[in-house]
């Protein structure tokens, strides 16, 4: 019994030694758990707002913003060449009223490379928004040409930007990663969140034949793989291309052919901004002993800040002057050129047209277009092609196997999906055909259809936490258009009164009215332009001259203010006239003097 009392006696013991073992367990992680720190809900996380301004449903005129908190972010600014319709028009660049309602919360513009479809409508909008721009060495020299040849002199904050680093604010810190294109010193842009990352590849392709300066930083966008992507904007304009690019070394190739093949001068036209193929004809053109006369602002700025740069190596003795184009045969000259901003095609129509004082085309010359023309120039393309036949010139046009596209492929685009994994995608850069084609490959490459946003302008992705929606047309945009220094005053009815102007011309009607009887005073005068040719058409001309006449006689003017009545019945009476005897519609003005 005493044995058996020891026994339950020890059992109690322990266990009420146990117990105060677990109890003082339990004190101390309860003790942790007070001193820890109280972790933050995602809840409580900025939301993340994107919103394309410009880039989607369209080619060029890139800029996507980024809103964390009471912070926005804007990726890239460029502009768009002006549609055929778009007359007088020398540039379309996105609308940033919701950006200038908001200028004190924009951090900075951040560049991934130095084309105008990226970084072009900067000159015009950086005024209004007063904000640091951020961008690699050879993109800002770029922007500061154009700014130079817009004369635009302010004050910009620029930063000068290397793959390595890394700018913090308050919401979000923004890192770079080098990228594959057609200049160097090309950038992704991360910019890291409390939710994630998101990531913008800017233009790119993938191209295992270019040198270091022009080579992607693999290892570094696998890294941000691993590290986990929330949203990933990547560049969708050739989204519709199968397989993979032409290698660059290549395109050099055929160049190189295209030379050898050419027996007098060769004239080149590509973009200003691309290097890659201006390395590859400089190259072609040494080789051969030619004599190289760079024609156009922007392509002899570009030229000069590679030079600067060490990314193209031209002594100064190979280049020459217009008027030192006599001093050599023909078969050691080779002309290469661009247009004002770039624009390689409208830079060839201005030699063919001979808008070029001293350069004509001759017999013989081997034209290279060493560029694909955007949308907008095709037809002035076939045009200018038409007319330098007509010249005699032996013509050489872009290919797939000499000219090297610039953007990535399906097989490029499903190569980068892979590598970063978003969550969440945003196709970006191209018109709808290109951003829905993108979209299946991101779906192919397993990211989530519901996670899959083509946004339209204005339209804005929302992230918090594990919740996204689509805000449709959440900010008004359009197109804000730049004739000469006026930016954004084209409105709509001047495009359309240019439209008529170019295809029905002008009608002006003009009398005189007395002060004291009210009356006509002697007969009215009429002038057309671009409408009728007056002499073939004086029947016309004599019986506009009458109704106007008649009408005068028939209603007497009772006050001054009947005036503008009168004008507008008139108008109205000529354009009946006018469209029944020819099916035509010019502006028709009416005029009137009190004498």
Same mark, same amino acid.
């Given at each position: 019994?005493?044995?058996?009392?020891?026994?339950?006696?020890?059992?109690?013991?322990?266990?009420?030694? /146990?117990?105060?073992?677990?109890?003082?367990?339990?004190?101390?992680?309860?003790?942790?758990?007070?001193?820890? /720190?109280?972790?933050?809900?995602?809840?409580?996380?900025?939301?993340?707002?994107?919103?394309?301004?410009?880039?989607?449903?369209?080619?060029?005129?890139?800029?996507?913003?980024?809103?964390?908190?009471?912070?926005?972010?804007?990726?890239?600014?460029?502009?768009?060449?002006?549609?055929?319709?778009?007359?007088?028009?020398?540039?379309?660049?996105?609308?940033?009223?919701?950006?200038?309602?908001? /200028?004190?919360?924009?951090?900075?513009?951040?560049?991934?490379?130095? &084309?105008?479809?990226?970084?072009?409508?900067?000159?015009?909008?950086?005024?209004?928004?007063?904000?640091?721009? *951020?961008?690699?060495?050879?993109?800002?020299?770029?922007? /500061?040409?154009?700014?130079?040849?817009?004369?635009?002199? &302010?004050?910009?904050?620029?930063?000068?930007?290397?793959?390595?680093?890394? *700018?913090?604010?308050?919401?979000?810190?923004?890192?770079?990663?080098?990228?594959?294109?057609?200049?160097?010193?090309?950038?992704?842009?991360?910019?890291?969140?409390?939710?994630?990352?998101?990531? *913008?590849?800017?233009?790119?392709?993938?191209?295992?034949?270019?040198?270091?300066?022009?080579?992607?930083?693999?290892?570094?966008?696998?890294?941000?793989?691993?590290?986990?992507?929330?949203?990933?904007?990547?560049?969708?304009?050739?989204?519709? +291309?199968?397989?993979?690019?032409?290698?660059?070394?290549?395109?050099?190739?055929?160049?190189?052919?295209?030379?050898?093949?050419?027996?007098?001068?060769?004239?080149?036209?590509?973009?200003?901004?691309?290097?890659?193929?201006?390395?590859?004809?400089?190259?072609?053109?040494?080789?051969?002993? &030619?004599?190289?006369?760079?024609?156009?602002?922007?392509?002899?700025?570009?030229?000069?800040?590679?030079?600067?740069?060490?990314?193209?190596?031209?002594?100064?003795?190979?280049?020459?002057?217009?008027?030192?184009?006599? %001093?050599?045969?023909?078969?050691?000259?080779?002309?290469?050129?661009?247009?004002?901003?770039?624009?390689?095609?409208?830079?060839?129509? %201005?030699?063919?047209?001979?808008?070029?004082?001293?350069?004509?085309?001759?017999?013989?010359?081997?034209?290279?277009?060493?560029?694909?023309?955007?949308?907008?120039?095709?037809?002035?393309?076939?045009?200018?092609?038409?007319?330098?036949?007509?010249?005699?010139?032996?013509?050489?046009?872009?290919?797939?196997?000499?000219?090297?596209?610039?953007?990535?492929?399906?097989?490029?685009?499903?190569?980068?999906?892979?590598?970063?994994?978003?969550?969440?995608?945003?196709? +970006?850069?191209?018109?709808?055909?290109?951003?829905?084609?993108?979209?299946?490959?991101?779906?192919?490459?397993?990211?989530?259809?519901?996670?899959?946003?083509?946004?339209?302008?204005?339209?804005?992705?929302?992230?918090?936490?594990?919740?996204?929606? !689509?805000?449709?047309?959440?900010?008004?945009?359009?197109?804000?258009?730049?004739?000469?220094?006026?930016?954004?005053?084209?409105?709509?009815? +001047?495009?359309?009164?240019?439209?008529?102007?170019?295809?029905?011309?002008?009608?002006?009607?003009? *009398?005189?009215?007395?002060?004291?009887?009210?009356?006509?005073?002697?007969?009215?005068?009429?002038?057309?332009?671009?409408?009728?040719?007056?002499?073939?058409?004086? !029947?016309?001309?004599? !019986?506009?001259?009458?109704?106007?006449?008649?009408?005068?006689?028939?209603?007497?003017?009772?006050?001054?203010?009947?005036?503008?009545?009168?004008?507008?019945?008139?108008?109205?009476?000529?354009?009946?006239?006018?469209?029944?005897?020819?099916?035509?519609?010019?502006?028709?003005?009416? %005029?009137?003097?009190?004498?």
């Amino acid at each position: 019994m005493n044995n058996e009392k020891n026994n339950n006696h020890g059992q109690k013991i322990s266990v009420h030694k /146990k117990n105060n073992v677990v109890k003082n367990k339990l004190n101390n992680i309860e003790s942790k758990e007070v001193k820890k /720190k109280p972790s933050k809900s995602r809840k409580n996380y900025p939301k993340v707002s994107i919103t394309p301004l410009g880039g989607v449903e369209e080619v060029a005129k890139n800029m996507y913003m980024v809103e964390i908190g009471d912070e926005i972010f804007v990726l890239d600014a460029g502009l768009m060449f002006p549609e055929t319709e778009m007359i007088g028009i020398d540039a379309v660049i996105p609308d940033i009223s919701y950006l200038i309602k908001n /200028k004190n919360r924009v951090k900075g513009i951040f560049l991934s490379n130095g &084309r105008v479809s990226s970084m072009g409508a900067v000159p015009y909008i950086i005024d209004k928004l007063k904000c640091p721009v *951020y961008g690699s060495k050879l993109t800002i020299d770029l922007l /500061k040409n154009h700014l130079k040849q817009l004369n635009i002199r &302010r004050r910009i904050k620029f930063y000068y930007v290397r793959e390595n680093n890394k *700018y913090d604010f308050n919401n979000a810190h923004i890192t770079f990663f080098k990228t594959t294109y057609s200049m160097p010193d090309s950038l992704g842009i991360c910019i890291s969140t409390a939710q994630g990352n998101i990531v *913008y590849t800017g233009e790119f392709k993938f191209d295992q034949s270019v040198s270091k300066e022009y080579r992607a930083d693999m290892l570094k966008i696998s890294q941000l793989g691993q590290k986990g992507v929330m949203v990933l904007l990547s560049d969708s304009s050739n989204a519709n +291309v199968k397989g993979y690019n032409v290698p660059e070394n290549e395109a050099a190739e055929q160049i190189d052919n295209a030379f050898y093949q050419a027996n007098k001068r060769i004239i080149v036209t590509c973009y200003a901004s691309n290097f890659l193929t201006i390395s590859h004809i400089v190259k072609a053109a040494l080789g051969q002993n &030619r004599k190289i006369l760079l024609l156009g602002q922007a392509i002899q700025d570009s030229i000069n800040s590679a030079r600067n740069m060490n990314y193209l190596e031209i002594e100064d003795d190979k280049l020459i002057g217009i008027d030192d184009l006599k %001093n050599y045969p023909q078969n050691e000259i080779c002309i290469l050129s661009s247009g004002e901003q770039g624009e390689p095609i409208e830079a060839m129509k %201005n030699i063919a047209e001979k808008s070029i004082t001293n350069i004509q085309i001759e017999e013989g010359d081997t034209i290279m277009i060493a560029a694909t023309p955007s949308p907008n120039m095709e037809v002035m393309l076939f045009q200018t092609l038409n007319l330098l036949v007509e010249l005699g010139a032996n013509v050489v046009t872009a290919s797939k196997r000499l000219h090297a596209a610039s953007h990535a492929t399906r097989e490029e685009l499903k190569l980068i999906l892979n590598m970063l994994m978003p969550k969440h995608f945003i196709p +970006v850069q191209g018109e709808f055909r290109n951003l829905r084609k993108h979209a299946e490959i991101a779906a192919e490459t397993g990211v989530n259809k519901k996670n899959i946003h083509i946004l339209e302008k204005g339209t804005t992705l929302e992230i918090s936490g594990n919740k996204a929606k !689509e805000l449709l047309k959440n900010i008004p945009v359009g197109n804000i258009l730049v004739d000469g220094r006026g930016i954004g005053d084209v409105e709509d009815s +001047v495009l359309k009164d240019r439209k008529l102007l170019s295809n029905d011309g002008i009608f002006v009607t003009s *009398y005189a009215i007395s002060r004291k009887t009210k009356s006509l005073v002697g007969r009215p005068c009429i002038q057309t332009k671009g409408f009728v040719y007056v002499k073939k058409s004086a !029947e016309l001309i004599k !019986e506009a001259e009458e109704k106007v006449t008649e009408y005068l006689i028939n209603n007497p003017i009772k006050s001054i203010r009947d005036c503008s009545t009168i004008k507008s019945e008139i108008r109205s009476m000529l354009s009946s006239l006018l469209y029944d005897s020819t099916k035509r519609k010019p502006i028709i003005i009416v %005029n009137f003097t009190l004498i």
